[in-house]
């Protein structure tokens, strides 16, 4: 008998402007991922999203921005075979503060991009299952 393969829970934002969604490609990696990560053991899912934002593009959120958008459960890039990754998506209310933030990269990420759906080659499985979606409730191209 196996035992079920491991699943990392991981938060990620979803700002969407101009039907495009804001990613970052981490540093040293080769594919975009939308800003978010792990939770630490003592943080919710928003509270990581909250943090890992900050620290990947400098926006400053509160809870009050971000309304759930679902839980995208696909394989995990660049981990061990059959590894799992559950990423609760949280999307940033439009209307406030943050549709005029400019996120910018951290030491954390190379770069930011505002992506479509015509970047999913460019995901991991993830990422082009969120952006599947996204264009399925009509926000981004």
Do not use: N
Not at 77 to 94: D, E, I, K, S
Not at 115 to 139: F, H, I, K
Request: charged share 25%; proline share 7%.
């Amino acid at each position: 008998m196996s035992l079920p393969a491991a699943t990392l829970r991981v938060s990620a934002l979803l700002l969407v402007r101009d039907r495009r969604v804001l990613m970052v490609r981490a540093r040293g990696r080769d594919v975009l991922y939308l800003p978010g990560g792990k939770a630490e053991p003592h943080e919710t899912d928003v509270e990581a999203v909250i943090r890992e934002a900050r620290e990947e593009t400098g926006l400053q959120l509160t809870p009050d921005d971000l309304e759930p958008f679902g839980t995208v459960t696909e394989l995990a890039h660049g981990q061990a075979p059959g590894t799992m990754v559950a990423m609760a998506l949280f999307a940033v209310r439009p209307g406030g503060t943050l549709d005029a933030a400019s996120p910018v990269a951290s030491a954390e990420v190379d770069e930011v991009e505002w992506v479509t759906s015509a970047d999913a080659d460019r995901c991991p499985p993830a990422g082009v299952e969120t952006l599947r979606r996204l264009v399925a409730a009509e926000r981004i191209d």
